[in-house]
């Protein structure tokens, strides 16, 4: 059965003591105080379980249905220099009709682009439903002054961008400098507003291959939960070590927990790395089991990925066909 309750470590540090969350970002010493009062991360624990849910066999109809919700489920990506308005327009055309050959095919959750390609994004995606996210803040290293990030953010939202995929200064967080990471999430936040619809929906990048340990990855989902994150993110996908089972696994648990302690649901994404169906559906499993069947939805659980729907499309092919078809008769990005 899925493991929707909170943490027991996380209750009894919050009985014992604890600085209350309506509390924690009083000042940058409470919010310190808060994030390294948090419990430390078994991880050995945390690497088992996450290894034992990837053996659960997922078949026949099971297999078809969670095929079918991860491709609704994917933020079909394109973040090149090389990126032109006709492979953004491509792209989207993907992501509304995945397989042209068959209409029963769902759409993607959204196409993620840069923000000079957002408009372009917005133009070809209209009506169909499919979410337009940009990233900001100077993905993916975030090396710029704040204003040079708010502006960034500016140009997505007035574009249309839907959604907002903003990196934290991973200097500032391992430097200890939280209240600035705090601070400019929620800057980034403020600039997600609209006067003329509904406000653009944040994810937080950690760019968890850089934060080195998992107890920094729990600190920094909760510090972007307590900023006002809609999501959080593992990654950009540019560096060596993106999204895992593990800090997947632990960022659902902050989630969950964070739910349990607020009543605010927030969303989780895994980006970088996930390339096959197989991969996919380990996740699924991972959010059913840790998070429970409410993140089972587009709205809360997303894919960052670009490689990933081929071989999703490939899969679906081959459970309705008997065949399993390749590489050739799907489009390549």
């Known amino acids: 059965m899925p493991t929707t309750a909170p943490s027991p470590e996380l209750s009894a540090a919050f009985e ?8 924690a970002t009083a000042s940058d010493s409470a ?17 088992a379980r ?43 055309a993907k992501a509304v009709h995945p397989d042209p050959t068959d209409r029963t095919t769902p759409r993607t959750a959204a196409v993620c682009v840069y923000p000079d390609m957002a408009a372009t994004a917005v133009a070809a995606l209209a009506g169909s ?5 940009s990233v900001a803040t100077a993905f993916p290293a975030g090396r710029a002054a704040l204003d040079v990030k708010l502006a960034d953010v500016r140009d997505a939202v007035a574009a249309g961008a839907d959604e907002i995929d903003m990196v934290i200064d991973r ?7 939280y209240l600035k ?38 600190r920094a989902s ?12 593992t990654s950009t996908g540019k560096v060596g070590t993106n999204a895992t089972p593990a800090n997947t696994l632990l960022m659902l648990e902050a989630v969950r927990d964070f739910r349990a302690q607020t009543g605010v649901q927030i969303g989780v994404k895994p980006a970088g790395g996930i390339r096959t169906s197989k991969d996919a559906i380990k996740f699924l499993v991972l959010v059913n089991e840790t998070a429970g069947e409410d993140w089972l939805d587009n709205h809360w659980f997303r894919f960052g990925a670009s490689s990933l729907l081929n071989d999703l499309l490939m899969q679906r092919q081959k459970l ?11 489009t390549v990005d």
């Open 16 to 23: 014992q003591g604890g600085t209350p969350l309506s509390d």
């Open 320 to 330: 309705s066909t008997g065949r399993y078809s390749g590489p050739d008769y799907v």
């Open 129 to 133: 439903g499919v979410k337009v996210a």
């Open 222 to 233: 909760w510090l972007g939960m307590l900023a006002g994150a809609d999501f959080i993110k």
């Open 31 to 47: 919010l310190r105080r808060f994030l390294h009062g948090l419990p430390g991360v078994d991880a050995v624990g945390l690497e």
């Open 181 to 218: 990471v705090y601070e400019e999430i929620l800057a980034v936040k403020a600039e997600c507003a609209r006067a003329d619809g509904p406000d653009a929906r944040l994810k937080v990048i950690f760019e968890t291959g850089e934060l080195s340990t998992y107890d920094n990855i729990r």
């Open 171 to 177: 200097g500032a967080f391992l430097s200890g400098r």
């Open 50 to 92: 996450a290894a034992s849910l990837g053996t659960r066999s997922i078949k026949t109809t099971a297999k078809a249905y969670a095929i079918d919700l991860a491709i609704s489920m994917i933020d079909l990506t394109t973040l090149e220099g090389a990126d032109t308005p006709g492979k953004v327009r491509a792209l989207a």
